[in-house]
T-cell receptor, first 112, second 111 residues
Framework: RKEVEQDPGPFNVPEGATVAFNCTYS??????FFWYRQDCRKEPKLLMS???SGNEDGRFTAQLNRASQYISLLIRDSKLSDSATYLC?????????????FGSGTQLTVLP | EAGVAQSPRYKIIEKRQSVAFWCNPI?????LYWYQQILGQGPKLLIQ????????DSQLPKDRFSAERLKGVDSTLKIQPAKLEDSAVYLC?????????FGPGTRLLVL
């Protein structure tokens, strides 16, 4: 089983739609969680951290369920510029080192 | 503030050849990471440095890959000899707090 699993998509949605991505992780000792965004042929960039209480940043809402080891990202009123790959990222301790483990990413295309 | 710098941006080599990539992290960032990202996959950690010391290299294929960060600033990653399956983007990142900042990557194609 992969440490971090995501639905690869692709998700093709019209502008203005709401879209949700899911992610599960296998290491119950994982400590922090993130969503990164990666545009085509570009490097990943931090989109937002994910907190147990859930958190919102404009049109983006992230949720964490530690009991189910499940993370989600909701995008409301999607824009053309939201088209990208969204990477679920989990921070765990590996020995004495903090290590980020990336999912394979979910590809989103927002259509006009 | 300057970001993470990497060079070269692109490299094409034949299998069994050697290749080296260079990274200069954001000034003052003590922790540096090298990742391999194969097409369609997320980045996979190869090695993590704290200053000039290796913190984690458990996923580095040590028979052919090596990395160093001698002065605790810039770093090089080497592959010798390269295989076809090494074709990927090699990303360097440094961290402040819990946010990783990635360089633009080196896109390697092994023929």
């Amino acid at each position: 089983r992969k440490e971090v699993e995501q639905d690869p998509g692709p998700f093709n949605v019209p502008e203005g739609a709401t879209v949700a991505f899911n992610c599960t992780y296998s290491n119950s000792a994982s400590q922090s969680f993130f969503w990164y965004r990666q545009d085509c042929r570009k490097e990943p960039k931090l989109l937002m951290s994910v907190y147990s209480s859930g958190n919102e940043d404009g049109r983006f809402t992230a949720q964490l369920n530690r009991a189910s080891q499940y993370i989600s990202l909701l995008i409301r009123d999607s824009k053309l510029s939201d088209s990208a790959t969204y990477l679920c990222v989990v921070n765990s301790l590996s020995g004495s080192a903090r290590q980020l483990t990336f999912g394979s990413g979910t590809q989103l295309t927002v259509l006009p | 503030e300057a970001g993470v710098a990497q060079s070269p941006r692109y490299k094409i080599i034949e299998k069994r050849q050697s290749v080296a990539f260079w990274c200069n992290p954001i000034s003052g960032h003590a922790t540096l990471y090298w990742y391999q990202q194969i097409l369609g996959q997320g980045p996979k950690l190869l090695i993590q440095f704290q200053n000039n010391g290796v913190v984690d290299d458990s996923q580095l294929p040590k028979d052919r890959f090596s990395a160093e960060r001698l002065k605790g600033v810039d770093s090089t990653l080497k592959i010798q000899p390269a295989k076809l399956e090494d074709s990927a983007v090699y990303l360097c990142a440094s961290i402040i707090g819990q946010t990783q900042y990635f360089g633009p990557g080196t896109r390697l194609l092994v023929l």
